[in-house]
């Protein structure tokens, strides 16, 4: 986003607009920290704004100040609808395209607001009046923190707004240690612990929440993965049948991949979880160094995502879901043994 754009962009929302903001279906740490921090922003300009997310997430993100206002999308469809052909602005946050947002896909695409992305994703669509893209960032939520400071209202953060960015932060880096983690990620974080988000207490509510059935589902998934040393490659499956005996709820599984890419030798992990209201198998995707499986997930998965971080999809059942992996994994055997950990 350039500066003609981002001045063009603070005149119009100079005067209070209806604006919408969503983020991508299965909201993440990143995609309802980005969110909230926005409208955190924004209501302080006099907009009406809504957050409307296209499902329901995890528990474990519902302590952030302002995450209670989200309208969930399948359970209030007619209403959602009509916020978004009222609305003025649109502000897709954490995805660049209007299918990531699940069924809220066709609504998006029929309306004709003023759209704003804010995105860190490869490949955007060319939907958006103004777009800020960028592939090198840690996530949308150091996005947002710069989106303030290319507007010059970085002294407009509250605390609320700096907890829900260093929250996004936290969970899209695995706590600092991806990659994407630059010195400005860290001193993006300094300055919003300066502006009153408490690490200790996000890090806390975010990884200190774990449930008995968390956890025992946690022990199901570990001993159902599979090491394939071959392809320096490990996978987990998990049926519908074993989410359900451990009383499973949204968030559960979470991380539950980067156990199998923690494995010393192990370059590229993948989870399959089976998800029976949908006939799918959604699956999730780490690498570790230049294995791309932001490419393999797009190639494969019909998914996508980052270089070491992806996800997607498979319609098949979980054993010719399996079979795929297995299946593929030559194809990709010279790159796995060039990969240096």
Known sequence: MNTDQIQSLKQELSTPKKIVIVPHKNPDGDAVG??????????????????????????????????????NYEQEEKKADLLIKEADFIFNMD???????????????????????????????????????????????????????????????????????????????????????????????ANLVDKGANSEAINRKIYDVNTPSRMKLLGVA??????????????????????????????????????????????????????ESESIIKTSLRSKGDFDVNKLARDNWEGGGHKNAAGGKSDLSMIDTVKKLISILPHYEKELHEVVI
């Open 34 to 71: 980005s969110v909230i921090a926005l409208y955190g922003y924004l209501i302080q300009s006099g907009h009406k704004v809504n957050m409307i997310s296209p499902n329901d997430f995890p528990t474990f993100l519902k302590w952030m100040e302002h995450s209670d206002l989200f309208l």
């Open 95 to 189: 995805h660049n395209a209007f299918h990531r947002a699940g069924h809220m896909e066709r609504i998006l695409g029929e309306v004709h607001a003023t759209y704003v992305m804010i995105d860190h994703h490869q490949q955007p669509d060319d939907f958006a009046t103004y777009t800020y893209s960028d592939t090198a960032m840690s996530s949308t939520c150091e996005m947002v923190y710069h989106f303030l400071e290319m507007l010059s209202d970085t002294d407009k953060i509250t605390p609320a707004m700096a907890t829900a960015m260093y929250t996004g932060i936290l969970t899209d880096t695995g706590s600092f240690k991806y990659r994407s983690t630059t010195s400005t990620t860290l001193r993006v974080a």
């Open 222 to 275: 570990l001993n159902n993965m599979v090491i394939l040393e071959k392809y320096r490659t490990a996978f987990i499956t998990l049926t519908q049948k074993e989410l359900d005996a451990n009383n499973f709820k949204k968030g559960d599984t979470e991380g539950f991949v980067n156990y199998a890419l923690g494995l010393d030798g192990v370059v590229f992990a993948q989870i399959l979880i089976e998800k």
